[in-house]
């Protein structure tokens, strides 16, 4: 191959593995997961959420079982005061009566709370069951993802380094003034920094090279590389 033919191999590699690295940070897969991943953390706050709301609960109905214990421990101890030996007057079991006749409804009253409390509570264990159940299907879906990813990323990771390997057997060829310019321009034409001239025109200018410039280029031996003084491009004669 011709000087010509190893640079423009060299770019054609440039542009492709640019074009692989672009592939790379765009991949659908990653979108894919990101979103999976994005879910997964919605889930899992709402699932702490619930958690917290949940321990409030446990502590109410603890709170609301404890006190319904204590009264009903109380009114234990006065029945047996009023059904033991050890009553001296009917007004003292007149006044324990009394005490009991007081006790029983804040008992009752507390019970319908320790209920109304475990009636708040199903919902909330129903909905984290259902968010148990979502979380294992997401993570599911994550390490699908993760896979599909993997696999992509590892394809075009070895199209880039096959890639590579064919730039660099290009650029041995290339002598290294010219691969030096070459590279130092590639910044700002990207893949159009080689061009063929097209027999009147450099294929990489905005606008028609002048005349003058067209005719130095046509009187250059064929294989020889040239820069566009119009724009700047290294021109393939």
Same mark, same amino acid.
């Given at each position: 191959?011709?000087?010509?033919?190893? @640079?423009?191999?060299?770019?054609?590699?440039d542009t492709t593995a640019e074009q692989i690295r672009h592939r790379l940070l765009k991949l659908q897969e990653r979108a894919t997961l990101e979103a999976a991943l994005s879910g997964r953390r919605t889930t899992e706050s709402?699932?702490?959420?619930?958690?917290?709301g949940r321990l409030e609960l446990d502590r109410r109905q603890k709170r609301a079982e404890a006190d319904v214990e204590a009264v009903a421990l109380r009114i234990r101890e006065l029945n047996d005061r009023l059904y033991g030996s050890? #009553?001296?007057?009917? =007004?003292?079991?007149?006044? #324990?009566?009394?005490e009991v006749d007081r006790l029983l409804p804040r008992q009752d009253d507390l019970e319908e709370r320790v209920l109304e409390i475990m009636?708040? #509570?199903?919902?909330?264990?129903?909905r984290l069951g259902e968010l148990d159940v979502q979380a294992e299907a997401e993570d599911a879906t #994550?390490?699908?993802?993760?896979?599909?990813?993997?696999?992509?990323?590892?394809?075009?990771?070895?199209? @880039?380094?096959?890639?590579?390997? =064919?730039?660099?057997?290009?650029?041995?060829?290339?002598?290294?003034?010219?691969?030096?310019?070459?590279?130092?321009?590639?910044?700002?034409?990207?893949?159009?920094t080689v061009v063929r001239f097209d027999g009147a025109n450099c294929r990489g200018c905005p606008s028609s090279m002048p005349?003058?410039?067209v005719d130095r280029v046509k009187h250059l031996e064929g294989g020889t590389l040239t820069?566009?003084?119009e724009c700047g491009r290294l021109v393939a004669r």
């Open positions: 191959m011709s000087l010509v033919d190893d @640079l423009l191999a060299v770019q054609h590699e709402d699932r702490d959420s619930l958690r917290l050890g #009553i001296s007057s009917p =007004r003292e079991a007149r006044e #324990i009566q009394e009636e708040e #509570i199903d919902p909330v264990d129903d #994550i390490a699908t993802a993760q896979a599909a990813l993997a696999a992509t990323e590892a394809g075009l990771e070895s199209d @880039l380094a096959r890639a590579g390997e =064919r730039r660099n057997a290009a650029a041995v060829e290339v002598p290294g003034e010219v691969l030096g310019r070459y590279e130092g321009l590639r910044g700002i034409f990207g893949a159009s005349a003058v410039e820069e566009c003084t």
